[in-house]
C-alpha cells in the first residue's frame, strides 16, 4: 500500500512539473520577450498617442513575419506622445518612407506588438529616420466604433494641417471621426465645439499634409456609415485652382442628416413608385 501511494505521489509531482513546463515553453513562445536571434540592425522612430500596454522588445513584423523589436519606449519632452525606437534587422533596408506603423495585440488577450505596412514612396526610410504615419493602440471603444463603420484613422503625429467648418447639427459627430474624400480616410476630427456667436457647431478637421491639394472651394458634410454605423466628415472637392491651408474655413458643408428628417422627407415627398404611378394616372 506504501509503494502504490509513493507510486501515485511520484506521478502526480511529474505531472504538475510537465504542467508548469509546458506553461513555461507555451509563455516563451507567445509573450514578446521571446528570445529571439537579430543580427545586424538599423533603428527607426515612430510616435504615437496611444501605445496601450507595448512594451520594449515587443516583435516588430511585416506581413506577419518578425524583422525586428522595439528597443526603447519614452515619453517625448516637448508634447505628449510616445516616442519608440524600433530596432530593425538590416536585411529589410527597404521599407517607404510613407509606410505606416500600427500597434496590433495577438489574438484577444495577447501581446501587442508594431505591425508595418508598406506604402508606395520610392524614398526609404534611412537608419535613424522616422515612420511619420502611425496608427495608435485602440481602446475597446474604438474597436467597437470601428465594427459600426467609422474605420480606422491615421494619426500622423506632426503631419497635418487644420481647417474649420461650421454645421448647424453636427449628430453624434465625435473627436477622433475620420475624415474622408472619395471614400479615402485623409485626416480625423480634432475638435467640435458650440460657437456662442454663431450658435453653430464649429468643427476643426486635421487633415494629413500629403492632402495640401485641396480646392479651397471644396464642401464638407456629415455622414453617417451603414444604418446604424458611426458619423464622419466627407469632403468633396470644388473647382477652385487654391487650395487650402492651416486655419482656413470651409463654407460649404452639408449638416448630418436627422432619422425624423429622413422620415418626414420621405413622407412628403413619397417613393420614386409613387410618383410614377401618379404620372400614369395623369396619361
Do not use: C, W
Not at 480606422?152 to 494641417?161: A, M, P, Q, T
Amino acid at each position: 500500500m506504501s509503494q502504490a501511494r509513493s507510486s501515485y505521489a511520484i506521478g502526480t509531482g511529474l505531472f504538475i512539473v510537465l504542467g508548469f513546463a509546458a506553461l513555461a515553453y507555451l509563455a516563451t513562445q507567445t509573450s514578446s520577450l521571446a528570445n529571439v536571434h537579430q543580427g545586424d540592425s538599423y533603428t527607426v522612430k515612430a510616435e504615437f498617442t496611444n501605445i496601450g500596454q507595448l512594451k520594449e522588445r515587443a516583435p516588430v513584423k511585416i506581413a506577419g513575419v518578425r524583422v525586428g523589436q522595439v528597443q526603447s519606449i519614452a515619453l517625448a519632452s516637448d508634447h505628449d506622445v510616445a516616442d519608440v525606437t524600433l530596432s530593425i534587422d538590416k536585411r529589410y533596408n527597404h521599407i517607404p518612407r510613407d509606410s505606416v506603423a500600427t500597434i496590433f495585440t495577438s489574438g484577444l488577450l495577447g501581446d501587442q506588438y508594431v505591425g508595418i505596412e508598406y506604402g508606395q514612396a520610392k524614398q526609404v526610410v534611412a537608419a535613424g529616420g522616422s515612420l511619420a504615419r502611425t496608427k495608435s493602440s485602440q481602446p475597446l471603444e474604438e474597436m467597437l466604433g470601428k465594427f459600426f463603420g467609422a474605420g480606422g484613422v491615421v494619426d500622423n503625429v506632426g503631419g497635418s494641417y487644420a481647417v474649420t467648418a461650421d454645421f448647424t447639427n453636427v449628430g453624434t459627430l465625435s473627436v477622433g471621426a475620420p475624415v474622408k474624400m472619395a471614400g479615402v480616410v485623409i485626416g480625423r476630427v480634432q475638435s467640435v465645439r458650440v460657437d456662442p456667436v454663431k450658435l453653430n457647431a464649429r468643427v476643426v478637421l486635421a487633415i494629413d499634409k500629403r492632402y495640401n491639394q485641396i480646392p479651397d472651394d471644396s464642401s464638407a458634410a456629415v455622414f453617417t456609415s451603414g444604418l446604424i454605423g458611426s458619423q464622419y466628415v466627407a469632403i468633396q472637392p470644388g473647382g477652385s485652382p487654391d487650395a487650402l491651408k492651416n486655419g482656413d474655413e470651409m463654407i460649404l458643408t452639408q449638416s448630418a442628416m436627422q432619422l425624423e428628417d429622413l422620415i418626414g422627407k420621405f413622407m412628403v415627398n413619397g417613393s420614386p413608385g409613387d410618383k410614377k404611378d401618379a404620372g400614369d394616372g395623369k396619361k
